[in-house]
């Protein structure tokens, strides 16, 4: 079995640790201290979480995954979902249907688990003060027990068009909810930033901020080699280094990187650095469709300027020796092909510069040499 998990959270033995950051985040936890998560998708952010839960003592975690909402109402049910997941027990399903009453909620019984479930069969979608009500259920269950409530992808709450009615909602329960530490994570930087530091915003400086970035690359090292151990495979340092570099450190794609290193080699090799193209070549063919795809959708200018990322890197990308390079001779030309690739989530801003979202549809572009 391939010990290199990506595409989904982990924890305990597949989690590597990042002891200084944990510490933090605990010390914070257990001070009722509200933090906000800032950090690139697959840089571990909703891991880090998962782990600090099971690390505190009798502590549970509510996690509400905000990824692509649309509206007040499936944000309603999420936040609904999420409180049934985290609590089963009948005493309390039938608590929530008392305090929920006036969203309809109807149970069922799963033919398969026996379990029962509960779904909100709102004949009219529900609205911001729902929320409330939902609020003052998550505040009742902490008062039980140990509880850390955690909203995922909280920029997407931007998506709503009562996104500043349900901001204000949301800060000014939570505000009272003072034993229940609140964690927002997010991956799109500006839209976290407007949430969290703009004056006007009613989450203005509301909790405390914390980076989630690289993993220790020692430490990490570590880590993955034990990982390799486990199917009798060692590995050069220097292969891993090539990993790091590729991926920009991105834990996720780290261990993708692992993963078709593994998936390429038989126990008892020693991988070096000539069975890095046939690892990069496996994850293309899994992934070569999706790059296609994207590519189908470019006008020739978009393709020009997402190759000159690629090989000449997204920190200067209005500069002549740029455009020279790519032959577009506009830079607001290059302005708009930017902002294409950026709506189409194959490139993200950092700062001032631009980055692949997936570095391997990078690695991609170089390996065809187009
Ligand atoms: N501490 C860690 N140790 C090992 N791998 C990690 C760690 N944190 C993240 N990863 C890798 O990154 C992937 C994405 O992690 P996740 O927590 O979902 O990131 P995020 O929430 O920031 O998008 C995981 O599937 C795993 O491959
Ligand atoms: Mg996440």
Partial sequence: MN????????????????????????EFIKAGQNIVLQGERRMGKTSLIHEASHLIKKCSILYIDLLEIKDVDGMCKRM?????????????????????????????????????????????????????????????????????????????????????????????????????????????????????????????????????????????????????????????????????????DVPGDVQQYCGALWDSTNEKTHIDKQYIPQALRLIFSREEKGYESILVQLTGQQLRCLKGLAQLGGTAPYSGAFLREIGISLSSSVKKALMRLERLRVIYRYGSEYKFVNPFFKAWLLWKNW
């Fill in 80 to 248: 609904v979902k999420a409180i049934i997941s985290f609590e089963q027990q009948a005493g309390l399903l039938e608590k929530i249907l008392r305090t929920l009453a006036h969203l309809r909620p109807i149970i069922s019984v799963d033919a398969l688990t026996g379990k029962p479930s509960i779904s909100l069969e709102t004949v009219t979608p529900l609205r911001p003060d729902s929320i409330n009500s939902i609020l003052d259920l998550i505040a009742d269950i902490g008062k039980h027990q140990t509880l850390i409530v955690m909203f995922d992808e909280f920029q997407d709450i931007l998506n709503l068009k009562a996104a500043k009615e349900v901001l204000a909602i949301l800060r000014s329960k939570i505000q009272f909810h003072n034993k229940i530490p609140y964690l927002f994570a997010g991956s799109v930087r500006n839209q976290m930033h407007d949430i969290f530091t703009d004056p006007d915003s009613p989450f203005f400086k509301s909790a405390i901020p914390i980076e989630v970035g690289a993993i220790d690359r020692d430490q990490f090292k570590r880590f993955l080699k034990n990982k390799f151990l486990l199917g009798k495979r060692t590995i050069d340092d220097g292969v891993l280094d090539i990993g790091f570099e590729t991926t920009g």
């Fill in 3 to 26: 010990p290199f998990k990506y595409g989904q959270v982990v924890s305990e033995e597949d989690f590597c640790p990042r002891p200084i950051l944990m510490k933090q985040v605990i």
